[in-house]
T-cell receptor
Framework: DSGVTQTPKHLITATGQRVTLRCSPRSGDLSVYWYQQSLDQGLQFLIQYYNGEERAKGNILERFSAQQFPDLHSELNLSSLELGDSALYFC??????????FGSGTRLTVV | AQKVTQAQTEISVVEKEDVTLDCVYETRDTTYYLFWYKQPPSGELVFLIRRNSFDEQNEISGRYSWNFQKSTSSFNFTITASQVVDSAVYFCALSLGYGQNFVFGPGTRLSVLP
């Protein structure tokens, strides 16, 4: 167990639907990062939050949004889903000077 | 812009062979961090090593060793006496600073055959 918890592990949904992915960072970590891993795009940075505030944005679609709550957990909302959104979505948190710890990911399948 | 290249898409070796995974990075920043992550078939990303741009000391840790050369912008990773359990996709990644996000390379799929 890496200490970063992502739920659900698997999600199957239909095109046009909306889903929410949840991430709880390691205890004490203030930063949360979201990444998408797809076959054609590889691992791409989506968005970063630090202590509730958005810090950086990567290749995140307008149909996607995220937030970090006061208890530091984060949610990634994906709406108007398309087949191409099928991917493995990772959350990572940063632990002091050591490095980044990734969760086990949420595998999203859009059918 | 930053970029990480892993020219080897797939590598197959026989158990006990040594294997080196190549990584070349591009950045104009003088301060940056380089990482290697392993993604086994189970899918999670496992941290292997971090190096900052001021630390060119190479390291050996058990069967793993790393060769960081700023002159060629390379950060290669070697597994000595490979084992079947080393089969995974290996990602090289670049971060521009403390708390910054990663730019990942495309990954190298390593298959270690018994």
């Amino acid at each position: 167990d890496s200490g970063v918890t992502q739920t659900p592990k698997h999600l199957i949904t239909a095109t046009g639907q909306r889903v929410t992915l949840r991430c709880s960072p390691r205890s004490g970590d203030l930063s949360v990062y979201w990444y998408q891993q797809s076959l054609d795009q590889g691992l791409q940075f989506l968005i970063q939050y630090y202590n509730g505030e958005e810090r950086a944005k990567g290749n995140i679609l307008e149909r996607f949004s995220a937030q970090q709550f006061p208890d530091l957990h984060s949610e990634l909302n994906l709406s108007s889903l398309e087949l191409g959104d099928s991917a493995l979505y990772f959350c990572a948190s940063k632990n002091g000077n050591y490095g980044y710890t990734f969760g086990s990911g949420t595998r999203l399948t859009v059918v | 812009a930053q970029k990480v290249t892993q020219a080897q898409t797939e590598i197959s070796v026989v158990e006990k062979e040594d294997v080196t995974l190549d990584c070349v990075y591009e950045t104009r920043d003088t301060t940056y961090y380089l990482f290697w992550y392993k993604q086994p078939p189970s899918g999670e990303l496992v941290f292997l090593i971090r190096r900052n741009s001021f630390d060119e000391q190479n390291e050996i840790s058990g069967r793993y060793s790393w060769n960081f050369q700023k002159s060629t912008s390379s950060f290669n990773f070697t597994i000595t006496a490979s084992q079947v359990v080393d089969s995974a996709v290996y990602f090289c990644a670049l971060s521009l600073g403390y708390g910054q996000n990663f730019v990942f390379g495309p990954g190298t799929r390593l298959s270690v055959l018994p």
